[in-house]
C-alpha cells in the first residue's frame, strides 16, 4: 500500500512532485523519495517519515530536471524502520534507472535466486520493489545496444517483465536521459491513472498517479487508467506511446481500495469511490434490518472519515438520526497503517474522543468501513460506553477479512485478523459489541461495480480466493514465518 506519481514537464517538476505526494500521504506514512532526471543525471531523495516533514530547502533544490517521480510508503515487505528500503530505487545500467513501485511480488524468492544465479544481480536490502527494478533492468539490457533506446525495447522488456513477476504492481521508472515508464500488473490489481496538460506551445505535459484527485488539483486532464498489463512511455520531449504488453491481461482490482485505502474524491477504473462507498451503505442497511433490531437503535454514527459515506445512507435508509459521536485529531495518522500493533492501540484514542453528550443513555449504530485486527473497534467500544452508550451495535461496510492479503496491503498474517477462525458472535464477544453486522461478499462486490464495465474485483481477504492462482497455503506459510524480515 503506497502512492505513486510521475511527471514529464515543461518546467522545474521537484514542487509538482512534492505537491502531488502531499495528496497521496493518506497512502503511506513510514517513508518518502522524490527522484528527477537533468538530463542523463538522476538527482533523488528519501527519507523517513511524512513528506511535510521529510523535505529541506536544500533538498528541493538539489531535485532538478523536468521529469520526476516520488512515492510515500506504507511498508508491507521489508522493514518500515530501515531507511535504505524507502524508495525509490536506482540501478546503473542499463543507462540508469530508478524506480517506484506500488504493490506487492508474491514470487519473491524464486526471483532472488534467478538474480543472483542467472542474471548475476545484487540486491541489498529484502524490498520487493529492488527485485522489480533489477528484473527491469536485466531485460531492458538484453533489448538494447550503445546509447539509442527505441520504445520497442521497452515495451519488449516490459512483456518479459510479466513473464517473470508475480503479483500485484503498479510502478514508475525514471531511465536517464530517455524518458518516463509506467506499467501496471496484469491483472491491474493496484491503481495507475495517466493524465495530461497542453501549456500551448511547449507541447503536452504528463502525470501518471495512484489517484485521479492527484491530477485534478493540478489541472491535468484525465486521459484514463493505465489498463492492466499495459505500459506507457513518455519521452522527455513529451511524446508518449503505450502498448499492451501482458499476453492475457484481465482486470480485477483491489476492493480494498474503494472500502478503505483510496480518498472519497478519486474515481479508480472508472469508479467513484464516494459513490460505491454510498452504495456499500446502501447494501448494509438491509443486511442490518435483516439481522439486527432496528427498533430501539437511537442514532448512526460513523467512524471518521472513510466510513462517513456509508453511514449516512444508513442512516437515510432506516430512517435513523444522523450523528457525529467522534471527534477526530487530524494530526494522527490512520491507525491501519502504524507500523505495529501497540503503536496503532496507542493512537486510537490520540486520534479519536468520543463526545459524551452524543452517547448518554442512548443505543447506538456504528458505522465503520472495515475490521481489520479489531484494534481500533475494540477500543471505539469502549470509548461509546465510556461516554455512557446503552447499547452498541458494531456494524461494518465490508466483509470480515478472514485471510491474508498479500498484494499490497498490510495483512500478511492470519493470527492477526480478529475475524479469522471466529464466527461473528465470537467476534463480538471479542470486540465487547452487543451486536455485530458485517456486510456480505456478493453485496460488496455489487455495490462497487454497479455502473461499469467491469466484472470482477480482487477479494482475497474476504474470500481466501487468490486471483494470480500461485498463492499456495506453503508460501501463506512462509510469509507468516517470515513477516518482519
Known amino acids: 500500500m503506497c502512492g505513486i506519481v510521475g511527471i514529464v514537464s515543461s518546467s522545474p517538476v521537484n514542487q509538482q512532485v512534492y505537491d502531488a505526494l502531499a495528496l497521496l500521504q493518506h497512502r503511506g506514512q513510514d517513508s518518502t523519495g522524490i527522484a528527477t532526471a537533468e538530463g542523463r543525471v538522476l538527482h533523488f531523495v528519501k527519507a523517513k517519515g511524512q513528506v511535510r516533514e521529510a523535505y529541506r530547502t536544500r533538498d528541493m533544490r538539489s531535485l532538478l530536471g523536468t521529469m520526476g517521480l516520488g512515492h510515500v510508503r506504507y511498508a508491507t515487505r521489508g522493514s518500515a524502520s530501515k531507511e535504505e528500503e524507502a524508495q525509490p530505487f536506482y540501478v546503473n545500467a542499463p543507462y540508469g534507472i530508478i524506480l517506484v513501485h506500488n504493490?506487492?511480488?508474491?514470487?519473491?524468492?524464486?526471483?532472488?535466486?534467478?538474480?543472483?544465479?542467472?542474471?548475476?544481480?545484487?540486491?541489498?536490502?529484502?524490498?520487493?520493489?529492488?527485485?522489480?527494478?533489477?528484473?527491469?533492468?536485466?531485460?531492458?539490457?538484453?533489448?538494447?545496444?550503445?546509447?539509442?533506446?527505441?520504445?520497442?525495447?521497452?515495451?519488449?522488456?516490459?512483456?518479459?517483465?510479466?513473464?517473470?513477476?508475480?503479483?500485484?504492481?503498479?510502478?514508475?521508472?525514471?531511465?536517464?536521459?530517455?524518458?518516463?515508464?509506467?506499467?501496471?500488473?496484469?491483472?491491474?490489481?493496484?491503481?495507475?491513472?495517466?493524465?495530461?496538460?497542453?501549456?500551448?506551445?511547449?507541447?503536452?505535459?504528463?502525470?501518471?498517479?495512484?489517484?485521479?484527485?492527484?491530477?485534478?488539483?493540478?489541472?491535468?486532464?484525465?486521459?484514463?487508467?493505465?489498463?492492466?498489463?499495459?505500459?506507457?512511455?513518455?519521452?522527455?520531449?513529451?511524446?508518449?506511446?503505450?502498448?499492451?504488453?501482458?499476453?492475457?491481461?484481465?482486470?480485477?482490482?483491489?476492493?480494498?481500495?474503494?472500502?478503505?485505502?483510496?480518498?472519497?474524491?478519486?474515481?479508480?477504473?472508472?469508479?467513484?469511490?464516494?459513490?460505491?462507498?454510498?452504495?456499500?451503505?446502501?447494501?448494509?442497511?438491509?443486511?442490518?434490518e435483516r439481522y439486527a433490531p432496528t427498533g430501539n437503535i437511537d442514532v448512526v454514527m460513523p467512524i471518521p472519515d472513510s466510513s462517513r459515506p456509508a453511514a449516512m445512507q444508513v442512516a437515510q435508509k432506516l430512517g435513523i438520526e444522523y450523528r457525529e459521536g467522534f471527534y477526530k485529531n487530524r494530526y494522527v495518522g490512520r491507525t491501519f497503517i502504524m507500523p505495529g500493533q501497540s503503536e496503532r492501540k496507542k493512537s486510537v484514542k490520540q486520534k479519536l474522543n468520543a463526545m459524551s453528550s452524543e452517547f448518554a443513555g442512548k443505543n447506538i449504530l456504528i458505522v465503520d468501513d472495515s475490521i481489520v485486527r479489531g484494534t481500533t473497534s475494540r477500543e471505539i467500544v469502549e470509548m461509546a460506553r465510556a461516554a455512557g452508550a446503552n447499547e452498541v451495535t458494531f456494524t461494518s461496510a465490508a466483509p470480515p477479512v478472514r485471510y491474508p492479503h498479500v498484494y499490497g496491503i498490510n495483512m500478511p498474517t492470519s493470527r492477526e485478523l480478529v475475524a479469522h477462525g471466529r464466527r461473528i458472535p465470537e467476534i463480538a464477544q471479542e470486540m465487547g459489541a452487543d451486536h455485530l453486522i458485517y456486510q456480505e461478499v456478493e453485496d460488496m462486490q455489487a455495490a462497487i461495480l454497479e455502473g461499469s464495465d467491469i466484472t470482477e474485483l480482487e477479494m482475497s481477504c474476504f474470500t481466501g480466493d487468490y486471483i494470480t492462482g500461485t498463492v499456495s497455503p506453503e508460501y501463506l506459510a512462509w510469509v507468516e514465518a517470515n513477516q518482519n524480515s
Do not use: K
Open 103 to 288: 504493490g506487492n511480488l508474491t514470487n519473491t524468492r524464486e526471483l532472488t535466486r534467478e538474480l543472483f544465479e542467472v542474471d548475476r544481480r545484487h540486491l541489498n536490502t529484502n524490498s520487493d520493489t529492488e527485485l522489480l527494478v533489477n528484473v527491469l533492468a536485466h531485460e531492458l539490457q538484453q533489448q538494447v545496444s550503445g546509447e539509442d533506446l527505441d520504445p520497442d525495447q521497452v515495451f519488449a522488456a516490459i512483456s518479459r517483465l510479466h513473464e517473470r513477476v508475480e503479483g500485484s504492481y503498479a510502478a514508475i521508472a525514471l531511465i536517464a536521459g530517455h524518458g518516463l515508464l509506467a506499467f501496471r500488473d496484469p491483472f491491474g490489481i493496484r491503481p495507475l491513472v495517466l493524465g495530461r496538460r497542453t501549456t500551448g506551445l511547449t507541447g503536452d505535459e504528463w502525470i501518471v498517479a495512484s489517484e485521479s484527485l492527484v491530477l485534478e488539483a493540478g489541472d491535468y486532464e484525465i486521459v484514463r487508467d493505465l489498463a492492466p498489463g499495459e505500459a506507457v512511455f513518455i519521452a522527455s520531449n513529451g511524446e508518449m506511446v503505450s502498448r499492451q504488453c501482458a499476453a492475457n491481461p484481465r482486470l480485477a482490482p483491489c476492493s480494498f481500495e474503494y472500502v478503505y485505502l483510496a480518498r472519497p474524491d478519486s474515481v479508480m477504473n472508472g469508479i467513484s469511490v464516494y459513490e460505491a462507498r454510498l452504495r456499500l451503505g446502501n447494501r448494509l442497511a438491509t443486511s442490518i
